[in-house]
């Protein structure tokens, strides 16, 4: 169910620069020493964070990651050239029907 955001007193707003390289973070580590059980914790990524990633991490891509691989996406693509039907190549891979259909228009 979506909530609509509502508006709230902030008890602690807390700002801390992380790189990725520690796992050392006092300013996260008290925070969640003081939250409690129905507390709410946003955490952001700023659009600065994103841009130094993009500089310094070639494989760096933003959004969810592929579930399926380019090999497993050609070698339904295959079964569906060899006359299986999607819901066929569903059963036997586990690549949803309209996973396939879209993942298909980028080979052909």
Do not use: N, W
């Not at 996260?28 to 955490?43: E, H, N, S």
């Not at 592929?66 to 690549?95: C, H, N, P, V, W």
């Amino acid at each position: 169910m979506v909530m609509p955001l509502r508006v709230c007193a902030t008890m602690a707003m807390v700002q801390e620069k992380f790189t990725g390289t520690t796992t050392e973070r006092p300013e996260f580590q008290k925070l969640l020493r003081v939250l409690k059980t129905g507390d709410t914790l946003i955490v952001t990524r700023t659009q600065e964070g994103k841009l130094y990633a993009k500089q310094h991490d070639p494989s760096f891509r933003e959004g969810r990651p592929k579930t399926y691989s380019d090999e497993q996406i050609r070698f339904a693509y295959e079964l569906r050239k060899q006359g299986m039907t999607y819901k066929m190549i569903e059963r036997k891979t586990g690549i949803s029907k309209r996973t396939q259909q879209r993942r298909f228009k980028l080979i052909s």
